[in-house]
């Protein structure tokens, strides 16, 4: 946790970094939506970034596609090819919004490559950290961890129709994924912030807003 910390003091700037995780189904867009909203009607349009990983650049949506709807057989390909779009989506527009003084608000990013590429397809965890710092990610000052269970968030994948290549997984691969995020939250609860995704969208969105301004507060 404190090695966590010191990370976050290196790579403070003038703005903000907001991130969103969870398993696929938790309700990461639903609650990324609620807090734009809310940061904008606050701070106004211009102060706000909203984005995703993968893809929230030009040419990462090409990338995006290749992972969920083709994707890669062995897990290498997999991490390289999520890399690659994030040094890109940080170079490009990540880093310029912070640097501009915004709130930078981004649904998946650095928990999630732990959780899905080590705990789901067994990558050593150090190996991929130790990446992270090889590329110099910014280190977001606060993160939304929605945890939903496992079973419920693969019937709410399960209804949606066509799965993606990380659905097709199964309920087996969620609940490792989820193990993931459960380690990193306890390791690090300062930056990692855990909601109950059985709650409903009001009460968890009620929790973030609350939680961001306490943070936002001088």
């Not at 703005?15 to 696929?24: A, H, M, N, S």
């Not at 040094?87 to 649904?107: K, M, N, Q, T, Y």
């Not at 945890?147 to 693969?154: E, R, S, V």
């Amino acid at each position: 946790m404190e090695k966590a910390a010191a990370n976050r003091k290196m790579t403070k700037n003038n703005g903000v970094f907001l991130t969103l995780e969870g398993i696929d189904g938790c309700g990461k867009t639903t609650q990324a939506r609620i807090l734009v909203g809310n940061l904008v009607s606050r701070f106004g349009k211009e102060a706000v970034f909203w984005t995703k990983e993968p893809g929230g650049w030009p040419g990462g949506e090409k990338i995006r596609e290749l992972l969920l709807e083709h994707g890669m057989q062995h897990p290498l390909s997999e991490l390289f090819l999520f890399l690659a779009d994030r040094c890109e989506h940080i170079r490009r527009e990540v880093a310029p919004a912070l640097s501009s003084g915004r709130i930078v608000v981004c649904e998946r990013y650095i928990d999630s490559t732990l959780a899905y590429q080590s705990w789901g397809r067994g990558i050593s965890s150090e190996k991929i950290e130790d990446l992270f710092r090889w590329c110099c990610f910014p280190v977001p000052d606060l993160t939304f961890w929605i945890d939903l269970p496992p079973g419920k968030a693969y019937h709410r994948v399960s209804r949606r129709g066509s799965p993606d290549r990380m659905e097709e997984k199964g309920q087996s691969f969620l609940e490792n994924v989820r193990e993931g995020f459960l380690f990193l939250s306890r390791r690090d609860p300062e930056r990692i912030v855990s909601l109950d995704g059985n709650n409903d969208i009001k009460t968890i969105a009620r929790e973030i807003e609350r939680r961001v301004e306490v943070f936002l507060s001088p």
